[in-house]
Each structure stands twice: as C-alpha cells, then as structure tokens.
C-alpha cells in the first residue's frame, strides 16, 4: 500500500488567529479557505499540509493519511473488523475516502484523489 502523505487535522474557534499565525507567523500558504476550515501548506514543500477549522469544518478525524488505494485499505479495515466511522464516499471536492477508528480512539481520514 503506498501512503502518500499524513496531514493532521486540528480544530479552532479563531481562524482569523489561525490564519495569521500559520500564514503570517510560519509562512505556510492558504492552500484551501472554506466556511468552517482552512488548508495550508509549506511554499518549498507542498505535501507538508496542516488543516485546521472548527469542529463543524473539521469533522470528526483527527489526521488524513492519502494513499493510493482507498478500496483496497476500505475493503481491508472491514476485514479486520474496524470500526467504520464515516462511510466510503465520493466528496463533491475530488477525493474518495472513509473514517475508520485507531485502537487508541483516533478517527483516521483515509483518502486518495480521484
């Protein structure tokens, strides 16, 4: 299974704050700005991602791991008997993915672009 790349989610209630700090202060980019979250991303190296919004923007995951086969690792997670959390579904934004949860409790965002 090829992982592309782990991007963590965390939740704010200041995006403005959020913005300024990650854009302004670190120098990320704004690479998405939709109502409830926003994405950014290093200017010399764009998989390294961080997206942060609210609870309502966010959702329930708390990292997105972008593979090349969500089928394969979907298909794999009911094998083992994982907790599904959110089903596999095609999102209007361009990505395939499922929620299935860690054995620590984390909800994991498993997604591949299509």
């Known amino acids: 299974m090829t992982i592309r790349r782990a991007i963590p989610l965390l939740g704010a209630s200041d ?55 969500v089928d394969a690792l979907h298909a794999e997670a009911l094998r083992r008997g994982l907790e599904i959390v959110y089903p596999l579904t095609d999102e209007p934004w361009g990505i395939r993915r499922f929620f299935v949860r860690a054995p620590n409790g984390t909800v994991v965002n498993v997604a591949s672009q299509h």
């Open 15 to 69: 995006l403005a704050g959020v913005r300024d700090f990650y854009s302004g202060f670190l120098g990320f980019e704004v690479a998405m700005d939709e109502p409830g979250f926003m994405q950014f991303r290093s200017p010399s190296t764009p998989s390294v991602q961080i997206i942060v919004g609210s609870e309502r923007g966010v959702g329930l995951a708390h990292v997105t791991v972008d593979v090349e086969d």
